[in-house]
């Protein structure tokens, strides 16, 4: 889980006036000033709620045909189209899935569903880059209860603590991790709900087991040579990882998770990390 730099929204107008118009010049929608400027307003009220689903959001007062333009607009944001610098400007620089960590970037994901609330179906602070599998599991999400709603990617402000905990279980048929959302110090009970919320609905402790298995199968001769000389050394070579995890990935993505449990896992740098090296994976 990752938070990513607020998009720039300074050509928002700009945007509006390519999507709804033709190359030509010719108007698919004639929206008035008024129009436009209740619609700034609306971004506006995004932010300022983060994100939150509310009825502002769903904009009403902009009318239905407007509302159906800017849900319309939005194939305008597709590769080839007149807003595909857009696309390119999310995208860009973000490696992988901000939901996951580990999925490839394809899709553009609307944190508030564009089928409920059309009039943020181009603001890019609504638009999320992310891989399709999570876009997939997510989809049409948008629910009042804080425990049913996903962490804003762009304007939730993280605890800098790590609140991602996996938990190995080491045995002779291989390797579980449970990955579990913990309330660190200074978390508010609805971000806790959010984060909780989000690693069961895209369902991560069970995507995350091929994973753990190929990064441990990458390291398998460094495990093995440190583990050869002890414990200890099993135990530093992890934490030397762990920092570089730290720093490339941040706190709460999943390999520092997993690099944290095992690093504390007398099983694992004991004599179990033999039995974890490989293809296997115990399932739940």
């Known amino acids: 889980m990752w938070k990513l730099p607020v998009p720039d929204c300074n050509d928002v107008e700009t945007q509006l006036r390519l999507a709804l118009t033709r190359a030509d010049g010719s108007y698919k929608y004639d929206y008035s000033q008024g129009q436009k400027q209740d619609l700034l307003a609306t971004y506006t009220a995004y932010v300022a709620q983060r994100g939150r689903p509310m009825a502002a959001l769903l904009a009403q007062a902009l009318g239905a045909p407007f509302l159906q333009a800017l849900y319309d607009a939005y194939g305008e944001v597709q590769d080839g189209r007149r807003l595909a610098s857009l696309r390119s400007q999310l995208k860009i620089g973000v490696q992988k899935c901000p939901y996951c960590g580990f999925g490839e970037v394809r899709d553009l994901d609307h944190h508030l569903p564009r089928s409920k609330y059309k009039a943020l179906s181009i603001y890019p602070t609504n638009l999320v880059p992310c891989c399709p599998v999570c876009n997939n599991k997510k989809r049409a999400i948008a629910e009042e209860n804080p425990d049913f709603?996903?962490?804003?990617?762009?304007?939730?402000?993280?605890?800098?603590?790590?609140?991602?905990?996996?938990?190995?279980?080491?045995?002779?048929?291989?390797?579980?991790?449970?990955?579990?959302?913990?309330?660190?110090?200074?978390?508010?009970?609805?971000?806790?709900?959010?984060?909780?919320?989000?690693?069961?609905?895209?369902?991560?402790?069970?995507?995350?087991?091929?994973?753990?298995?190929?990064?441990?199968?990458?390291?398998?001769?460094?495990?093995?040579?440190?583990?050869?000389?002890?414990?200890?050394?099993?135990?530093?070579?992890?934490?030397?990882?762990?920092?570089?995890?730290?720093?490339?990935?941040?706190?709460?993505?999943?390999?520092?998770?997993?690099?944290?449990?095992?690093?504390?896992?007398?099983?694992?740098?004991?004599?179990?990390?033999?039995?974890?090296?490989?293809l296997r994976y115990v399932g739940a």
């Open 149 to 278: 709603q996903f962490p804003h990617i762009y304007l939730d402000e993280l605890p800098a603590a790590q609140f991602l905990i996996a938990e190995p279980d080491v045995s002779e048929q291989g390797i579980r991790v449970r990955f579990v959302v913990v309330k660190c110090e200074g978390m508010p009970d609805d971000l806790f709900g959010r984060l909780s919320f989000h690693v069961g609905r895209l369902d991560l402790e069970r995507r995350y087991e091929s994973e753990v298995v190929s990064f441990l199968t990458s390291q398998r001769t460094a495990i093995e040579e440190a583990g050869a000389a002890g414990g200890n050394a099993l135990r530093e070579y992890l934490l030397r990882c762990l920092e570089s995890s730290k720093r490339d990935y941040g706190l709460n993505h999943w390999q520092t998770a997993l690099l944290t449990g095992l690093s504390i896992s007398d099983e694992f740098c004991a004599d179990g990390y033999r039995y974890c090296l490989g």
